[in-house]
């Protein structure tokens, strides 16, 4: 079992910056890829960006250049730096991890942190 927990969220102005974490409860070796997601209201769940547990990041191109995901594996934590933010970033932000198995992968969420840009 994996447990997340995300903080860091808050009010912020556009323009301005956030740091999300994501404190995972086991080993950040242990975890195949962890990626953040971010839920507006009425909208589906995106993937914002992710992390592989060789440091590979991907982004979706709506954050690239702007957001930066990264990993600490001594806190077990992983970040997500938020700069030039926008009014459309404001959504729930949400921590998944990915363990892949033999048989197959497992999806661990975590219960998200409020993003909210005003301009």
């Known amino acids: 079992q994996v447990e997340l927990v995300e903080y860091g969220g808050g009010l912020v102005q556009a323009g301005g910056s956030l740091r999300l974490s994501c404190a995972a409860s086991v080993s950040l070796a242990s975890i195949n890829v962890i990626a953040w997601y971010r839920q507006a209201p009425g909208k589906l769940r995106e993937l914002v960006a992710s992390i592989t547990n060789d440091d590979s990041a991907n982004y979706t191109d709506s954050v690239k250049g702007r957001f930066a995901i990264s990993r600490d594996t001594g806190k077990k934590t992983v970040y997500l730096h938020m700069n030039s933010l926008k009014p459309v970033d404001t959504a729930v932000y949400y921590c998944?991890?990915?363990?892949?198995?033999?048989?197959?992968?497992?999806?661990?969420w975590g219960r998200g942190t409020q993003v909210a840009v005003f301009s």
């Open positions: 998944n991890a990915v363990r892949r198995f033999i048989s197959g992968s497992r999806n661990y």
